[in-house]
């Protein structure tokens, strides 16, 4: 990866900051464009990277550059108000004396006309809030208020959108209600995304890129499916290990009523999603929804199988199992099966096997 941070295509940050019981230490290279999730435990540093890069700390050393532009480095700091960003915190803080559509113009309003890079009526459909305009606040689920901060941020025309936990205030159902609007958000957007979350299934979601945090230090960046298939990685062996894969629409068979999607020379199925055929899609698959046979299987319930071929074979947490990281092209997923099956099938690295998926989650 090209790390010159005048490269116009990437941001890269360096940032240290001392505080009494805790110290950020990080640098690290990301696309300039598309959603880079911070990841980490409470306490790894998160948020207050995300800061750092909002102007609002004054590390001890800093150097943060965004797609040729230089923000901080040790000759120049540009002040909070002269970054181009905007910042959704965990609660929406809406004004409650202003209706809905007041909310979102609040920002919008004070960019000149010649700087709005985006439609008033774009961002509103985009989230869902054409028929919450007239609203008061007081008058929407979380998950709405949340979808009308996000709106009145994006409306001030931002070069980088931070996001700092913007689902932790809601319950199970506010989550669901609003994550499909950002995932069809993130893939509007043309601005990069700095994404803070320790929820796995929000960056298996949600994610491009992927930082990982520690105690205030970096412990992984790059590729999200790179990542979160690395057995030298915690997120690996997560109870929620995943892979994501990029796959394209291929057939709809609306007898049966399945969607075939294809990638790497493999093929799966998923629930009739009228998607376009040729369309960009992403799969999640479980670790723990994926198991390993000799031979390609026949007459078995389970449709989604695929030749894959043994990377490594990693201890997990339970010490009955075993992390398999298995490629498929040029990408990779994990099948999480016990010590025993590995040792009555006699896995090794470099077998080629086949990968029964007992579910696959389409994300558009």
Same mark, same amino acid.
């Given at each position: 990866?090209?790390?010159?941070?005048?490269?116009?295509?990437?941001?890269?940050?360096?940032?240290?900051?001392?505080?009494?019981?805790?110290?950020?230490?990080?640098?690290? %290279?990301?696309?300039?464009?598309?959603? !880079?999730?911070?990841?980490?435990?409470?306490?790894?540093?998160? !948020?207050?990277?995300?800061?750092?890069?909002?102007?609002?700390?004054?590390?001890?050393?800093?150097?943060?550059?965004?797609?040729?532009?230089?923000?901080?480095?040790?000759?120049?700091?540009?002040?909070?108000?002269?970054?181009?960003?905007?910042?959704?915190?965990?609660?929406?803080? /809406?004004?409650?004396?202003?209706?809905?559509?007041?909310?979102?113009?609040? $920002?919008?309003?004070?960019?000149?006309?010649?700087?709005?890079?985006?439609?008033?009526?774009?961002?509103?459909?985009?989230?869902?809030?054409?028929?919450?305009? +007239?609203?008061?606040?007081?008058?929407?689920?979380?998950?709405?208020?949340?979808?009308?901060?996000?709106?009145?941020?994006?409306?001030?025309?931002?070069?980088?959108?931070?996001?700092?936990?913007?689902?932790? @205030?809601?319950?199970?159902?506010?989550?669901?209600?609003?994550?499909?609007?950002?995932? @069809?958000?993130?893939?509007? /957007?043309?601005?990069?995304?700095?994404?803070?979350?320790?929820?796995?299934?929000?960056?298996?979601?949600?994610?491009?890129?992927?930082?990982?945090?520690?105690?205030?230090?970096? %412990?992984?960046?790059?590729?999200?499916?790179?990542?979160?298939?690395?057995?030298?990685?915690?997120?690996?062996?997560?109870?929620?290990?995943?892979?994501?894969?990029?796959?394209?629409?291929?057939?709809?068979?609306?007898?049966?009523?399945?969607?075939?999607?294809?990638?790497?020379?493999?093929?799966?199925?998923?629930?009739?999603?009228?998607?376009?055929? $040729?369309?960009?899609?992403?799969?999640?698959?479980?670790?723990?929804?994926?198991?390993?046979?000799?031979?390609?299987?026949?007459?078995?319930?389970?449709?989604?199988?695929?030749?894959?071929?043994?990377?490594?074979?990693?201890?997990?947490?339970?010490?009955?199992?075993?992390?398999?990281?298995? +490629?498929?092209?040029?990408?990779?997923?994990?099948?999480?099966? !016990?010590?025993?099956?590995?040792?009555?099938?006699?896995?090794?690295?470099?077998? /080629?096997?086949?990968?029964?998926?007992?579910?696959?989650?389409?994300?558009?």
């Amino acid at each position: 990866m090209n790390t010159n941070p005048l490269n116009n295509q990437h941001i890269t940050a360096c940032f240290k900051l001392k505080r009494k019981e805790f110290q950020l230490d990080v640098s690290f %290279t990301t696309p300039g464009k598309g959603v !880079t999730a911070l990841f980490g435990p409470s306490g790894s540093g998160k !948020t207050t990277l995300l800061r750092c890069i909002a102007g609002l700390e004054n590390p001890d050393r800093a150097r943060f550059f965004i797609n040729g532009q230089c923000w901080h480095d040790e000759n120049k700091n540009l002040a909070v108000h002269r970054r181009p960003i905007a910042y959704v915190f965990q609660e929406p803080s /809406l004004f409650p004396h202003l209706n809905v559509r007041e909310n979102m113009a609040y $920002g919008w309003r004070r960019i000149p006309k010649q700087q709005r890079k985006l439609r008033f009526d774009d961002v509103s459909a985009w989230l869902g809030l054409e028929a919450f305009l +007239e609203r008061k606040t007081e008058e929407l689920s979380g998950g709405q208020r949340q979808r009308v901060a996000i709106a009145r941020a994006l409306l001030t025309s931002p070069e980088l959108l931070l996001m700092d936990e913007p689902l932790a @205030s809601l319950d199970v159902n506010g989550k669901a209600e609003i994550l499909p609007y950002l995932e @069809s958000l993130c893939q509007q /957007l043309d601005i990069p995304i700095f994404y803070v979350s320790h929820s796995p299934e929000e960056v298996q979601q949600l994610a491009d890129h992927l930082i990982l945090l520690e105690q205030g230090h970096v %412990t992984g960046a790059g590729d999200l499916n790179a990542l979160l298939t690395d057995p030298e990685l915690a997120i690996a062996h997560f109870e929620e290990a995943a892979a994501v894969l990029e796959a394209r629409v291929v057939n709809h068979d609306k007898e049966f009523h399945l969607t075939s999607l294809a990638f790497d020379g493999a093929q799966v199925s998923v629930s009739y999603n009228g998607l376009p055929l $040729g369309h960009k899609a992403r799969l999640r698959i479980c670790a723990r929804d994926v198991s390993l046979a000799l031979v390609e299987p026949q007459q078995i319930s389970i449709s989604n199988s695929f030749a894959v071929r043994v990377v490594s074979l990693d201890p997990d947490r339970d010490p009955s199992q075993l992390l398999v990281r298995c +490629e498929v092209g040029g990408q990779h997923l994990l099948s999480r099966i !016990t010590r025993r099956s590995v040792h009555l099938l006699k896995i090794k690295i470099g077998d /080629l096997l086949y990968a029964q998926v007992k579910s696959v989650a389409l994300m558009k």
